[in-house]
């Protein structure tokens, strides 16, 4: 399983008041980390990026599809 996160702190604290605990980051980090203890076998990844999140305005957004490498996905799917 893998996950993709952009933790885009300093924009939800300026723009939300929001800390990192407040961020669907914090949680999809929890997440991996409960399963990677939980399913020893399977591997789980989290993937944290930095300062690729942005729309097609150019606009940040940490929810974007950016965020995934194209072609490093595709490689991964071809692996499995």
């Known amino acids: 399983m893998r996950m993709y996160t952009e933790p885009i702190t300093i924009c939800w604290q300026e723009n939300c008041k929001n800390t990192y605990?407040?961020?669907n980051a914090n949680y999809i980090k929890r997440l991996s980390q409960e399963l990677e203890n939980k399913f020893k076998n399977n591997k789980i990844e989290l993937i944290e990026t930095m300062n690729k999140g942005s729309r097609k305005n150019g606009n940040?957004?940490?929810?974007?599809?950016?965020i995934a490498d194209k072609q490093e996905l595709i490689q991964w799917q071809v692996d499995k």
């Open 21 to 23: 605990e407040d961020l």
């Open 60 to 66: 940040s957004h940490p929810h974007s599809w950016s």
